[in-house]
């Protein structure tokens, strides 16, 4: 697995600077290290506040035009704390029964491949032996061995990975006195994930039905015992062993994105006074995505790494929308304070339907049909930085105010420090390092470091501090990198 998703995190970096919107785990080019703020150490500030691009020609300190670009491309991925996630996926399935027959399934997948009756759970001392209360003891062992294995499975059974490319384009700062700008970038994304069913389990009730199995003469007996409407137990007096099936709808699903975006910006001061300058924004930005999706339950699965591969190649439903954007700037003599508020319309996006035929649960019905539309939540962000008069050294702080979700359905809610220096040599004239923490979804911490080389090429990258065992190796839970380009002229 792990291979699975560098290949597909080292593939963004190949890819062109044509190719490019970042997703909202993964901000493009340097705001991967600093945050979502506004660094005008750069060609183009360095953030998606509307109202960043005027304030560049304070930030030069000079009667430029604020013309130039800065693409860039990058990648992520990022896991739970399982280690071989698809195999582990294969073994928990194995105590799953399939589906009806015409009902489920999914690509690449052979339930008939599944062992009969479930696996066992231990051996039958004396099935006709009134005190069974081995087998009783042997299958709460075993009922509440799968609970914690679903319970692992809703917080880390999951595998993400994406890529991203953003080239933002400023065109001067005289169009209406103030400074437009364009924008063209795709981001796409994969995660495969479990959702779990409680499990039905009464131990008085499987005392009983076990124990009217026991009491019941041999010739009458039935092959299976219904321990409830999710738990069946199949005797094998042959080998002395009891077969033990689950029959709940937890499942594994896949999902895939992909999202083109043309964003159109105007911002301009808006005041000027002896304590600073005060700078408006805002955005339109067409979003033309396209969704997939995939639901498999458990007792339909042989092969989980197959599903996740085959959502690549899925049809994907197109859906468009327009989203807006506005964002202020407030620049003084050594600090600068801003604030965003972006998809103020909160566009929709529906995936595709997934095959509901096999499934009984309410909860999980519920779930998937719910998790079909995508919103792409308001939010509101704040930033603040210090920096020197020359601006050589400069301190940020960035921060989400309310927690969104992704397309991929987890939950964000950045929270950014960072700080940056600038240097006059061609070779080397920036670095920066900084922290960032997801204060929702998995809250997990990054730290990252950056640099400028050649004066035109950035570099960047960040690794969660967490780690997973992969193969036996210790590795970051998670990883993003970026490269990009800036160009004044």
Known sequence: MMEKFLALGIAALLVTASATAAPAYHPPGTNLVYGDVTSASHVLPTSENPAAPAARKRAAGDDKPVRGTAPSAGAGLEYGNIEELFDFYDRVSQAYAPSDPGTGGGPGQDPGDKPDGGINIGDVLDTLDPEFREMLDALAQEVATQAALLAVIATEGYGKAWLAGDIPLALGNDFLGGTLTLGLSWSGGSKAFGIAAPIDFDRQAAFEAIQNWVNTPVPARQPQIAISDDITLTPDLVNEAVLFALNNDSSLVSKSTRSTELKFGYSREAWSGDTGQLFLGANARLLFMQLSR??????????????????????????????????????????????????????????????L????????????????????DRQVKLEGSI???????????????????????????????????????????????????????????????????????????????????????????????????????
């Open 387 to 489: 920096f020197t008069p020359n601006r050589r050294w400069a301190a940020h702080l960035g921060v989400d105010a309310m927690p969104a979700t992704d397309p991929l359905g987890d939950d964000f809610q950045w929270l950014s420090v960072s700080a940056g220096l600038t240097m006059d040599n061609w070779w080397l004239p920036g670095v920066r390092a900084g922290y960032r923490r997801n204060l929702a979804g998995t809250e997990l911490d990054y730290v990252g470091i950056g640099i400028t080389a050649f004066k035109y090429v950035n570099i960047d990258v960040a690794s969660a501090l967490d780690s997973v065992k992969i193969n036996g190796r210790n590795l970051p839970q998670g990883l993003m990198a970026s490269i990009g380009f800036q160009i004044a002229w």
């Open 357 to 376: 035929e096999p499934y009984r649960d309410d909860g999980v019905i519920g779930f998937l049909l719910a998790d079909k539309k995508y919103t792409m």
């Open 294 to 355: 995939l639901s498999v339950r458990f007792g339909d699965i042989t092969d989980s790494e197959e599903l996740f591969d085959s959502i690549r190649n899925a049809d994907f439903r197109t859906d468009n929308g327009i989203s807006l954007d506005v964002g202020a700037l407030w620049v003084g003599e050594n600090y600068q304070l801003g604030l965003q508020a972006i998809n103020i319309n909160e566009p929709e996006f529906i995936f595709p339907d997934v095959n």
